[in-house]
């Protein structure tokens, strides 16, 4: 009998029907898993997950414990040379001891604001030291890759023009202006507002009932800004300290920087046998747009045979850390682990290029530095798998460090086997690399991997005495959002495009070349990048040393796309009430049936306009429901395929 894992309150079936048509069984299988509002092969709306997992307010009163952090789930804590921040008597206190040259202590929010917005928050017991200007308590508004030059918005409470003060600076595309009055007490509030375009600072001095405008200004066009609680104190600026407390988002949308959504590891998926837990990497979580996508490895997926897995989801949960994890932790590299891939890299491409390399999700930590003009913009949809990466064309590239590049390159040479893999969306057809590795030129020692209106393999090896080169057919609608997979073995090369396989042919043997001092390069020509740079998007690049099969191929093309599995989304009920979203008339009868053993527990009546309300009295256990009483049970279309199959039988 299927098991529920203990404690979990909702869950749903996830299953890939007949082993998604492979004709081998696959193994250690790095699973996709996409929910949206149209999920799977029969496009199910898994919104049910967003609701239950919903976060809520990032209002924060800063209770805790003396001396312990503040709430890692809303910040991320940046404490200065000699500055301190801390929880103490239930207010964020922030300490600058001393400062001989400027120093800034601050909290930066794991969220940001969207649109527009109006916060606030309190500030008292503020000591500004040697009384030089500049310092004190900020409430600052800046550009999410923490950009201050460029865009952003402060309020102080602090010292100006030899005077205490409180000021505003309003930066708009590099323009500053800043206005200032005299301030009266150590303790107050201030606040931060936008309305369209026009931004406004406000601020209350000590008790004051009603708040005083400083400053307004019109042109601010800023989408998303990320959030400072900071302590400043300038070169001589002394011990500068104080305390926040009861900051307040009165309007705004919320939204997450990437991988910091609080709930997103309160989940777990779970073999056949609904309790064996399975490792689970968190690529993209939007509660926003309501996508989520996470990886798992399945021990085995048998050809011919359904495949089930269980998803469960409950915020009441403690962070599932020991099987789920963020990119580049040690749950989440579990996922990509094993013989079957045998994977050397993994990048989803869904960090800010400007301010983070990219990461690699195995434990190999091959991650790749950024290089060109990339900004936080190039961070964009990737119209699949929530982010790509977008390549201006002009000098955008990745790089992997020689030393790493040439680690990977040898174990390729010693397993004489590579497959890469990578979804890709040209903006023209002109020659886009997708891999560049050695020394370009001639005689050289050098690999390509290339796409254009055709997939092209290039190698030279043995000082340029061997070269030569494999390409596909033409490329059908080329600029399309295409899955291109090469994967070799030294003695055969094979190309597939979108799952299917378009070319297979001999190749020359062991021309895998290995450089200490080249970089490998994915976006542009040689290992000293001179010449055609990548024009368009790119995501999901996978790089294995080892040749994968036609069905691991096909698996990874229907998975990525989110045309493999079929997702069922189970009642969930702890008591109370079980809610089943469809549209059905109520006061109908209905019959209760334990999760735990299928024995029938009770007769009620549904409820409601729109979808069942189910009321019981039952409580401490899960119940699948039936529309009569028949014997053995049958159960009404829109339900049955909640229902555990073992219950149907």
Not at 221 to 235: E, R, V, W
Not at 380 to 390: F, H, I, N, P
Not at 479 to 487: F, G, K, N, P, R
């Given at each position: 009998m299927m098991a529920w894992l203990s404690g979990w309150s909702d869950r749903a079936m996830l299953t890939i029907e007949g082993g998604g048509g492979i004709t081998s069984d696959v193994t250690d299988f790095p699973l996709t898993i996409k929910l949206t509002e149209s999920s799977g092969k029969t496009g199910t709306d898994m919104?049910?997950?967003?609701?239950?997992?919903?976060?809520?307010?990032?209002?924060?009163?800063?209770?805790?414990?003396?001396?312990?952090?503040?709430?890692?789930?809303?910040?991320?804590?940046?404490?200065?040379?000699?500055?301190?921040?801390?929880?103490?008597?239930?207010?964020?206190?922030?300490?600058?001891?001393?400062?001989?040259?400027?120093?800034?202590t601050n909290l930066y929010s794991k969220f940001n604001l969207s649109g527009d917005f109006d916060i606030e928050v309190s500030f008292d017991s503020l000591v500004l030291g040697n009384l030089v200007d500049g310092c004190g308590l900020e409430l600052k508004l800046v550009e999410v890759d923490d950009n201050q030059s460029n865009n952003r918005l402060l309020i102080k409470a602090g010292r100006e023009s030899s005077s205490n003060s409180f000021s505003a600076t309003i930066t708009i595309n590099g323009s500053a202006t800043t206005n200032t009055t005299s301030r009266t007490n150590d303790y107050g509030r201030l606040r931060l507002v936008r309305v369209g375009n026009v931004v406004y600072t406000y601020y209350k001095d000590g008790g004051a009932s009603t708040w005083s405008q400083l400053s307004t200004q019109s042109g601010y066009?800023?989408?998303?800004?990320?959030?400072?609680?900071?302590?400043?104190?300038?070169?001589s600026g002394g011990a500068v300290s104080g305390n926040f407390d009861n900051f307040i988002v009165n309007a705004g949308t919320i939204t997450w920087q990437p991988g910091m959504f609080p709930n997103r590891k309160k989940i777990a998926i779970t073999e056949s046998d609904g309790i064996s837990q399975l490792h689970i990497e968190i690529q993209h979580w939007d509660p926003i747009n309501k996508v989520i996508v996470v990886w798992t490895k399945v021990p085995t997926i048998a050809a011919g045979i359904d495949t089930v897995l269980y998803l469960y989801y409950d915020k009441t949960q403690a962070d599932n850390t020991n099987f789920v994890g963020d990119v580049g932790e040690t749950a989440a590299r579990n996922v990509w682990s094993g013989d079957s891939g045998k994977y050397q890299a993994v990048y989803h491409m869904s960090e800010y290029p400007s301010t983070?390399?990219?990461?690699?999700?195995?434990?190999?930590?091959?991650?790749?530095?950024?290089?060109?003009?990339?900004?936080?913009?190039?961070?964009?949809?990737?119209?699949?798998?929530?982010?790509?990466?977008?390549?201006?064309?002009?000098?955008?590239?990745?790089?992997?460090?020689?030393?790493?590049?040439?680690?990977?390159?040898?174990?390729?040479?010693?397993?004489?086997?590579?497959?890469?893999?990578?979804?890709?969306?040209?903006?023209?057809t002109s020659t886009h690399y997708l891999f560049m590795y050695g020394v370009g030129g001639d005689p050289e020692n050098n690999m390509e991997f290339r796409i254009g209106s055709t997939i092209y393999l290039?190698?030279?090896?043995?000082?340029?005495?061997?070269?030569?080169?494999?390409?596909?057919?033409?490329?059908?609608?080329?600029?399309?959002?295409?899955?291109?997979?090469?994967?070799?073995?030294?003695?055969?090369?094979?190309?597939?495009?979108?799952?299917?396989?378009?070319?297979?042919?001999?190749?020359?043997?062991?021309?895998?070349s290995k450089n200490s001092t080249r970089n490998l390069i994915i976006g542009a020509y040689d290992s000293i990048p001179s010449a055609n740079y990548m024009n368009g998007k790119l995501f999901e690049?996978?790089?294995s040393n080892k040749m994968h099969t036609a069905d691991q191929v096909r698996l990874t093309y229907l998975a990525e796309s989110d045309n493999l599995i079929t997702y069922t989304q189970y009642i969930g009920y702890i008591s109370g009430y079980v809610y089943i979203e469809d549209t059905v008339v109520g006061g109908v009868d209905v019959y209760l049936y334990s999760r735990e053993n299928g024995n029938y527990m009770g007769q009620t009546t549904s409820s409601g306009n729109g979808y069942f309300i189910i009321p019981t009295t039952y409580s401490g256990s899960h119940f699948v429901v039936a529309l009569d009483k028949d014997d053995p049970p049958t159960y009404n279309d829109i339900i049955k395929g909640r229902i555990p199959p073992h219950l149907l039988s």
């Open positions: 919104s049910p997950i967003f609701t239950k997992l919903d976060y809520g307010s990032v209002d924060d009163d800063f209770t805790g414990v003396d001396y312990s952090s503040p709430n890692l789930y809303h910040w991320f804590v940046r404490p200065s040379t000699h500055g301190s921040i801390n929880i103490l008597n239930n207010k964020l206190n922030l300490s600058m001891t001393s400062a001989a040259s400027s120093e800034y066009t800023l989408d998303d800004c990320a959030l400072h609680l900071g302590d400043y104190s300038p070169a983070s390399s990219i990461k690699d999700s195995t434990s190999n930590a091959y991650d790749l530095s950024t290089n060109g003009s990339m900004t936080i913009d190039d961070l964009v949809d990737s119209e699949m798998l929530g982010y790509a990466l977008d390549f201006d064309g002009s000098n955008d590239y990745l790089a992997l460090a020689a030393s790493k590049a040439n680690v990977l390159m040898g174990n390729v040479d010693s397993a004489n086997a590579l497959s890469i893999s990578c979804w890709v969306k040209q903006a023209n290039f190698y030279e090896y043995g000082s340029g005495s061997n070269y030569g080169g494999i390409s596909s057919p033409s490329i059908t609608n080329p600029t399309d959002l295409h899955h291109v997979y090469l994967t070799i073995d030294g003695s055969l090369t094979k190309m597939y495009l979108d799952g299917y396989l378009v070319l297979s042919q001999p190749a020359a043997s062991s021309f895998w690049y996978h790089v």
